[in-house]
């Protein structure tokens, strides 16, 4: 699965973005999806993430309430509704997929894309 994030940008705080990640290759519907984000000097963090039916979602607590992560298996994307954004939401996000049944909230992903940056102005 090749994977590309797009979406990012300059926002000010308590503004919005949308983050989508495109997939092509093998069949997207079968993997599950995750959201990414790394922060300069800090480690990998999860974000959210969905089953490939949809039908399991799980959020960092840092962000419930705030983002949705959603997927259109028919369009091979998935996306990331940011709203409320904080200057702490800066990062590069990734978007990543695993072979897998059930939400994984780590980053043991198969595959991912190559980031796309989302700063925050205060």
């Known amino acids: 699965v090749q994977l590309q994030a797009f979406g990012g940008g300059l926002v000010q705080a308590g503004g919005s973005l949308r983050l989508s990640c495109a997939a092509s290759?093998?069949?997207?519907?079968?993997?599950?999806m995750g959201w990414f984000r790394q922060a300069p000097g800090k480690e990998r963090e999860f974000v959210a993430a969905?089953?490939?039916?949809?039908?399991?979602?799980y959020y960092a607590d840092s962000v419930k309430g705030r983002f949705t992560i959603s997927r259109d298996n028919a369009k091979n994307t998935a996306s990331l509704q940011m709203n409320s954004l904080k200057p702490e939401d800066t990062a590069v996000y990734y978007c990543?997929?695993?072979?897998?049944?059930?939400?994984?909230?780590?980053?043991?992903?198969?595959?991912w894309g190559q980031g796309t940056q989302v700063t925050v102005s205060s």
């Open positions: 969905i089953t490939w039916s949809g039908g399991v979602i």
């Open positions: 290759g093998r069949t997207f519907s079968r993997y599950g």
């Open positions: 990543a997929a695993k072979s897998s049944l059930v939400v994984v909230t780590t980053p043991e992903y198969d595959y």
